[in-house]
Nanobody, 120 residues
Framework: VQLQASGGGLVQAGGSLRLSCAASGATFSSYAMGWFRQAPGKEREFVAGISWFGGRTYYGDSAKGRFTISRDNAKNTVYLQMNALKPEDTAVYYC??????????????WGQGTQVTVSS
């Protein structure tokens, strides 16, 4: 499966962004989907995950209460709505597809990253 992430950019603290990740090359609903991020000098961390048909969602501590993951299987796309952004949310955000678990914490396929920069 090929994944194409988009929607990153520069935003002021307190603002919002919506990331999208479009999938192709496979049956999208066969994969749980996740968002991860990696800041300079830090390890990649789990942000959010969503099960195959969207019935279950999972969030990392940094995302709880501010970010919302969703998916549209008809459009082969997963989204990450990010609100109340903070400078510490600055990172490259990656989407991933998993057939191994519903939270998508273990990724089989990665998309390219999209940069999110939050200014103070």
């Amino acid at each position: 499966v090929q994944l194409q992430a988009s929607g990153g950019g520069l935003v002021q603290a307190g603002g919002s962004l919506r990331l999208s990740c479009a999938a192709s090359g496979a049956t999208f609903s066969s994969y749980a989907m996740g968002w991860f991020r990696q800041a300079p000098g830090k390890e990649r961390e789990f942000v959010a995950g969503i099960s195959w048909f969207g019935g279950r969602t999972y969030y990392g501590d940094s995302a709880k209460g501010r970010f919302t993951i969703s998916r549209d299987n008809a459009k082969n796309t997963v989204y990450l709505q990010m609100n109340a952004l903070k400078p510490e949310d600055t990172a490259v955000y990656y989407c991933g597809a998993s057939r191994r678990n519903t939270s998508a914490r273990e990724v089989d396929y990665w998309g390219q990253g999209t940069q999110v920069t939050v200014s103070s």
